[in-house]
């Protein structure tokens, strides 16, 4: 069974530094693009970026480009994002997701979410 | 604002069949599949339906999916209070350099 299994919920303060993680397992980590999907509180689904972690190669939506960083450490299959700089604006729930493709991409399996609280 | 376009609610009584349109242009719909996700009150978002009328194993055939140019649609038939939820479209756009693009969401409810 694929299982896409996310770090808990965190609290920060505007200014610090944050990494999720998305760990998975049931399938072949490195053969599957994995990324991230923001939702922030009453809103709908933003796509952040997308990794392959066969090679690395790391795509971000124009939204998220040097907002946050996408990596994958293969020999654990754990994806990441990661913020350098937390804002209040990124208080959101955040999902991970393992892309498919047949005929054209979809989500197979998404994560079970991670929340993100920044406030002072 | 959101690339594909959704209306923000539907509604439905038990019983009843209700669709739920997503529009784009020519550089995601008009050109590769699409997907549906329901997100029940509370949890994460689960696949639907793929390749515009695909559902994977589990979906109840109640749901189904269309694509027809720049516009798709997901219908829902014997409407049961479960369903009660919110329902995303998605599609790969070619110009953008990345991951898929989603509708704004809709809201079902139940009446």
């Known amino acids: 069974e694929v299982q896409l299994v996310q770090s808990g919920a965190d609290v920060k303060k505007p200014g610090e530094s944050l990494k999720i993680s998305c760990k998975g397992s049931g399938y072949s980590f490195t053969s599957y693009w994995i990324g991230w999907v923001r939702q922030m509180p009453g809103k709908g689904l933003e796509w952040m970026g997308v990794?392959?972690?066969?090679?690395?190669?790391?795509r971000y939506s124009p939204s998220f480009q040097g907002q946050v960083t996408i990596s994958a450490d293969k020999s654990i299959s754990t994806a990441y994002l990661q913020w350098s700089s937390l804002k209040a604006s990124d208080t959101a729930m955040y999902y991970c997701?393992?892309?498919?493709?047949?005929?054209?991409?979809?989500?197979?399996?998404w994560g079970q979410g991670t929340l993100v609280t920044v406030s002072s | 604002q959101s690339v594909l376009t959704q209306p923000p609610s539907a509604s439905g009584t038990p019983g009843q069949r209700v669709t739920i349109s997503c529009s784009g242009s020519?550089?995601?719909?008009?050109?590769?599949?699409v997907s549906w996700y329901q997100q029940l009150p509370g949890t994460a978002p689960k696949l639907l339906i793929y390749?515009?009328?695909q559902r994977p194993s589990g979906v109840p055939d109640r749901f189904s999916g269309s694509k027809s140019g720049t516009s798709a649609s997901l219908a829902i038939s014997g409407l049961q209070s479960e369903d009660e939820a919110d329902y995303y479209c998605?599609?790969?756009?070619?110009?953008?350099?990345?991951?898929?693009?989603f509708g704004g969401g809709t809201k079902l409810t139940v009446l």
């Open positions: 998605a599609a790969w756009d070619d110009s953008l350099n990345g991951p898929e693009v």
């Open positions: 390749s515009n009328n």
């Open positions: 020519s550089s995601n719909i008009g050109t590769n599949t």
């Open positions: 997701a393992r892309l498919m493709y047949i005929s054209g991409w979809y989500i197979a399996n």
């Open positions: 990794i392959y972690p066969g090679d690395s190669d790391t």
